[in-house]
């Protein structure tokens, strides 16, 4: 076993004389951003950082970026908005981890690029060398027993689409600038992590379309408060949303009711 690994990780060594390693970032099947160690020591962002490594089981220093710099870079500034999305880690030997976007987002996750105290990685005591690229958590409490990747020899990185994985629920045949179209970016922002739309999304909440739409059987005069403060007419799971604005329930509103034109569900 430990000579399997120490045969696949001397791969990249070997490969030294060809392309600088780089890690790519893929979106559906197009690759939209591919960085090399030089690359990223050029970001505004790249810093040197100290790390409770539980791989090494040592403080480590690491020259990195952080995640969220090169995962708005590679999707833009509202990926994380894709809530119910997941980001792939492709490793040298295969191994592919994922991580929810929900917990991408915190603030500590750090790219290491390069080992700061030992040119071209240090392996572990059990020989892995985490480079080219290497997950990464400045905080103290995000290690991987708490929850947190911590991949390494990462060179793709690939983040599934919610368009993509809920066709279902896109307002289909909706203007751009209509207020469904509005009323989708508020649901797949703060609402389809527990709903589904015609079977599409979370399950923590009810299927607001099937098999019967929402705005057939309660009125507006219901909902909309109901959506803003939900603990004021029950115990429930559901959150309140203080910060939506009437607005953005109208929105909601007209996307609940193309849904059910779309679907011809009564
Ligand atoms: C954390 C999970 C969660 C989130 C997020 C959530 N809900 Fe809910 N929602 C629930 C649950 C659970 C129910 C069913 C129990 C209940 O009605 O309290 C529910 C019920 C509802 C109902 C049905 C009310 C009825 O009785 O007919 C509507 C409408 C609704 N939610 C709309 C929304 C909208 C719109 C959003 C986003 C702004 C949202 N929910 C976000 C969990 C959630």
């Keep these: 076993m430990t000579l399997i690994f120490a045969l696949l990780l001397s791969l990249p060594l070997r490969a030294a004389g060809g392309p600088a390693p780089a890690m ?3 979106s ?3 690759e939209v951003l591919r960085l090399t160690a030089a690359d990223m020591a050029k970001r505004p962002a790249a810093r040197t950082i100290e790390v409770e490594d539980s791989f090494y089981k040592t403080r480590k220093r690491y020259k990195a970026v952080p995640l969220k710099d090169l995962l708005t870079a590679a999707y833009g500034g509202s990926w994380g908005e894709n809530v119910l999305g ?5 490793a040298l030997d295969g191994y592919r981890s994922h991580a929810r976007v929900s917990v991408l987002m915190n ?16 392996p572990t005591a059990k020989g892995i060398v985490p480079g ?3 997950l990464v958590w400045t905080g103290p409490e995000q290690s991987p027993a708490k929850g947190y990747p911590w991949p390494w020899q990462v060179t793709g990185v690939k983040m599934t689409v919610l368009e993509d994985e809920y066709p279902k629920a896109l307002p289909r045949g909706a203007a751009p600038d209509s207020a469904a179209v509005r009323g989708w970016t508020v649901f797949k922002r703060s609402c389809i992590s527990c709903h589904s ?16 739409g929402i705005t057939r ?12 403060k939900a603990s004021s007419y029950r115990r429930t799971k559901m959150p309140d949303f203080d910060d939506l604005q009437p607005d953005d329930i109208d ?9 059910t034109n779309l679907a011809g569900t009564k």
């Design 28 to 30: 559906g099947d197009k």
């Design 251 to 259: 929105d909601l509103i007209s996307y609940f009711k193309h849904m």
């Design 132 to 134: 080219p690229f290497y």
């Design 217 to 228: 059987y309660q009125k507006k005069s219901f909902l909309k408060p109901f959506i803003r």
């Design 24 to 26: 790519v970032f893929v």
């Design 197 to 212: 739309m015609s079977g599409a999304g979370g399950t923590l909440g009810p299927d607001l379309n099937e098999p019967r």
């Design 86 to 90: 997941e980001v792939f880690f492709d």
């Design 107 to 122: 603030d500590g996750g750090m790219i290491a690029f390069a080992d700061a105290d030992a040119p071209g990685w240090q």
